[in-house]
């Protein structure tokens, strides 16, 4: 207890030196954010030590497959002051340039199998037979909306990946042919309860996810979790077909290792408490730390790919933030 509120201090004073803001008026007022639904566990715990730093601000979060959360502000028009996706490409195809001038990568992550000791055949999978399990008569087992959120894709991407690691032809067609529609949910997190509840066996997830809900899960090789940015040449033979930023369009989002990215929007109603948020969340001793604690890897530095776009960042972030693509 001594320890964390301690680090809290440091990180309190840190963010004292760091932003003029804090010379003006401290930040206040409702402060929305859109997240990912793999976030929710750690968001909502860095949501809360924020608050203590910024006693005035209330942040809502509201969460939900990324692609789904960009298009609500995209599209529908609603208000949220941050946005953070799971695959930071979100941020780039729908929101940048009209309503967000940057993309900050800030994690990474990578695709796991959970179950429960309750699934079938919990005893015997491993990481060399999953596939075999998957396309069992009887097995339950789901992904999510790939046009909704992006663990959906990047589950279908693993399988593609699988059949050519395992030199398996016709793979990826067994597999889904033993998956039904029903099956398939908006969030990936949605499919927890499912696990839980023992409706559904395996569920295609995030590592952190697994972690945080204290699941079993199946870790694959590098060559098909798409976590190992070294193999970004080999992920990119996986393509999946998703809509695109209009009713009728589609793109190919090709396999790239899970990196995720973060935003403050252009018509940010509370533009000061977003920066602040921001800035407390790329804090090595802050929200980067919580990140770690609860299994999914950050960059320490963050990034962001080129010089133009680090110059687009406020000044309070610029130090939290290196170039590299």
């Not at 201090?9 to 004292?16: A, D, E, S, T, Y």
Request: with cysteine; charged share 25%.
């Amino acid at each position: 207890m001594f320890r964390s509120k301690i680090g809290l201090i440091l990180v309190g004073l840190f963010l004292v030196i760091l932003s003029p803001l804090n010379l003006l008026a401290e930040p206040h007022g409702k402060l929305i954010v859109f997240h990912a639904g793999s976030l929710t566990i750690p968001f909502k715990r860095i949501a809360r030590q924020f608050e203590r730093l910024y006693p005035q601000v209330e942040v809502l979060q509201e969460s939900g497959g990324s692609t789904r959360m960009a298009r609500l502000i995209a599209d529908v028009g609603k208000p949220a002051d941050v946005m953070a996706a799971a695959d930071y490409q979100v941020i780039d195809n729908i929101l940048r340039p009209k309503f967000a001038n940057y993309n900050i990568r800030f994690a990474s992550n990578q695709l796991v199998l959970c179950y429960t000791p309750r699934s079938r055949y919990a005893d015997e999978i491993t990481k060399d037979n999953w596939y075999k399990i998957l396309c069992r008569k009887g097995v339950v087992w789901g992904h999510s909306d790939p046009n909704l959120d992006p663990c959906g894709y990047r589950s279908l991407m693993v399988m593609q990946l699988a059949e050519k690691f395992y030199k398996k032809p016709g793979l990826y067609k067994r597999l889904l042919a033993n998956r039904p529609i029903k099956n398939i949910r908006p969030k990936s997190v949605e499919l927890i309860s499912l696990l839980q509840t023992g409706n559904m066996d395996y569920a295609w997830e995030y590592l952190s996810v697994a972690v945080q809900h204290h699941l079993r899960y199946v870790k694959l090789d590098d060559h098909i979790n798409l976590g190992n940015y070294k193999y970004d040449p080999y992920y990119r033979q996986a393509k999946v077909k998703v809509v695109g930023k209009r009713p009728g369009k589609w793109i190919i989002k090709r396999g790239k290792s899970c990196t995720y990215g973060i935003t403050i929007l252009k018509n940010a109603h509370n533009p000061e408490a977003a920066i602040a948020f921001v800035a407390y969340l790329l804090s090595p001793a802050g929200g980067l730390k919580i990140l770690k604690e609860m299994g999914q890897p950050p960059f320490i530095p963050a990034r962001v790919p080129t010089k133009k776009m680090w110059e687009r960042l406020p000044r309070q972030l610029k130090p939290l933030v290196e170039i590299k693509n």
